[in-house]
């Protein structure tokens, strides 16, 4: 278990969506972080107190905790610079990247010599099997998306959160670095060697009761030339009963690809139905969820208005307004 409380480690992050693990873990365990640690260059602010490892270290921080998910996953020097200042000064360092802190000698030999710890989340912690596709018990549903790092964990997060206050019977479950990281389990369904990806999801969602729902966290996009088989591996493996389609309205192409556009959410519900239907033919597209964090209040609201006009589906930004429309939709199957 990661000892809390964390220094959230934005390093030269050029812009706020590369520090969405960062952002993730200050809006759902918000009791967990005491600032956050810059380095030149960064463009990324989570509105946490600036510190140095001196100050963090005085103000209880436990562990410097890598928010940053660049493409590749690649730890530069200068935030190794960062993170042996860290255990000298005391703390652990967490990070879900690819490139494993474990991985870097001087690193390891820092953390011996001080009593530190390294944590590499993203290092996958048992074998999976190969995928059956054979039913399980239970409920599934699995947030699909129009592009990568559109809302989906948060999705199913809020999902999750509303299903408990009202007393259902719920589970999130984590298959990427910034869930496992803010839940404390689950899987990095994208370190899992590919064979057995599905399986993986399959072990992570088991037979349950009957009304039970889990609420897996969708990864990639079916339509991201970089990131798709990860989000198949999530539609076979899950066999889900519901999805929930996300979307990110001001988005002018695929992020990291300028020349994809975005696929439309009709093509989106069209594709990704037909593929879950291979493993669960009673699997229904339940209901939108679109990230407004661009709009104001009134851009929103009609942005909202939209598209549950055009699809004939309830659309919500579950973060922002509430994800009671969404457990309503899954309470109605």
């Keep these: 278990m990661l000892k809390t409380p964390y220094l959230l480690f934005l390093g030269d992050a050029p812009d706020a969506l590369s520090a969405k693990v960062a952002q993730g873990v200050r809006d759902w365990r918000p009791e967990n972080c005491v600032g956050q640690f810059r380095q030149e260059g960064c463009k990324a602010d989570m509105g946490l ?9 005085a103000a209880g921080a436990k562990t410097l905790l890598v928010g940053v998910a660049n493409r590749g996953g690649k730890i530069s020097e200068s935030w190794n610079v960062a993170f042996e200042q860290a255990l000298a000064a005391g703390m652990d360092v967490a990070s879900g990247l690819h490139t494993q802190l474990n991985a870097n000698a001087k690193l ?4 011996q010599e001080h009593g530190q710890q ?9 074998e999976f099997p190969i995928a059956t596709g054979k039913p399980r018990t239970g409920k599934r549903c699995l947030a699909v998306g129009t592009d990568c790092s559109i809302g989906k964990m948060y999705t199913a997060m809020a999902v999750e959160k509303t299903m408990r206050e009202r007393g259902m019977n719920a589970t999130f479950r984590a298959t990427g670095q910034t869930g496992i990281l803010i839940t404390g389990g689950g899987i990095p369904l994208d370190a899992v060697v590919a064979d057995f990806m599905a399986g993986a999801v399959e072990w992570l969602t088991p037979d349950n009761d009957a009304d039970h729902w ?4 969708g990864q990639g996009s079916l339509f991201h030339a970089s990131y ?3 989000t198949l591996a999530l539609v076979h493996g899950g066999a889900p009963d519901a999805l929930i389609l996300c979307h990110e309205p001001t988005r002018t192409h695929m992020r990291g690809l300028p020349d994809y556009q975005l696929p439309s959410l009709e093509l989106l519900r069209d594709t990704a139905l037909v593929l879950a239907r291979f493993v669960n033919p009673k699997c229904e597209v339940i209901g939108v969820s679109v990230n407004t964090a661009a709009l104001n209040d009134a851009d929103a609201e009609k942005c909202l ?22 457990v309503d939709a899954l309470s109605a199957l």
């Design 305 to 326: 208005q939209e598209i549950e006009q055009r699809m004939q589906l309830p659309a919500t930004d579950p973060f922002r307004h509430g994800a009671d429309k969404l």
């Design 228 to 230: 798709s088989g990860v």
């Design 49 to 57: 107190p600036d510190m140095t490892i001196e100050e963090a270290v």
């Design 118 to 126: 390294l944590f590499d989340v993203r290092i996958p912690q048992q």
């Design 214 to 217: 889990d609420l897996i966290e």
């Design 108 to 111: 390891v030999a820092m953390a």
